[in-house]
């Protein structure tokens, strides 16, 4: 398995957008589950965090492979695909896209 992970620097005053983001989702979680699995995603989490009064969302990611998720992931199969990715148009900061590098995964036994 590989994984990845990420921060979101949000636009101020989007609490709102991701409130809306986070109902939507967990709605419609077979649609989600479904991308998932045609990513051949095994973990997909999202948490909120705050840096000295920036907000930040941070996502982790484990699948089979990382650059097949990105792929499909344009492709839009699904409808929840297109939300996602139109919400996160939406509040995304300027140049908020950080990526992370990856050092080690310690995975339980």
């Given at each position: 398995?590989?994984?990845?992970?990420?921060?979101?620097?949000l636009?101020?005053n989007s609490?709102?957008?991701?409130?809306?983001?986070i109902?939507?989702i967990?709605?419609?979680?077979?649609?989600?589950?479904?991308?998932?699995?045609d990513?051949q995603v095994?973990?997909?989490?999202?948490?909120?965090?705050?840096?000295?009064?920036?907000?930040?969302?941070?996502?982790y990611?484990?699948a089979?492979?990382i650059?097949?998720?990105?792929?499909?992931?344009m492709k839009l199969?699904?409808?929840?695909?297109?939300?996602?990715?139109e919400?996160?148009?939406e509040?995304t900061?300027d140049?908020?896209?950080?990526?992370a590098v990856?050092?080690?995964?310690?995975?339980?036994?």
């Amino acid at each position: 398995m590989e994984y990845a992970s990420g921060v979101i620097k949000l636009k101020p005053n989007s609490e709102a957008k991701v409130e809306q983001w986070i109902s939507v989702i967990a709605s419609r979680l077979g649609e989600a589950a479904a991308t998932l699995k045609d990513e051949q995603v095994q973990i997909e989490s999202w948490f909120k965090i705050e840096i000295e009064g920036q907000q930040y969302l941070l996502w982790y990611l484990r699948a089979k492979s990382i650059k097949r998720v990105f792929e499909l992931s344009m492709k839009l199969k699904h409808p929840i695909d297109l939300f996602h990715f139109e919400l996160m148009a939406e509040i995304t900061a300027d140049n908020g896209n950080i990526s992370a590098v990856p050092l080690m995964d310690i995975p339980g036994q």
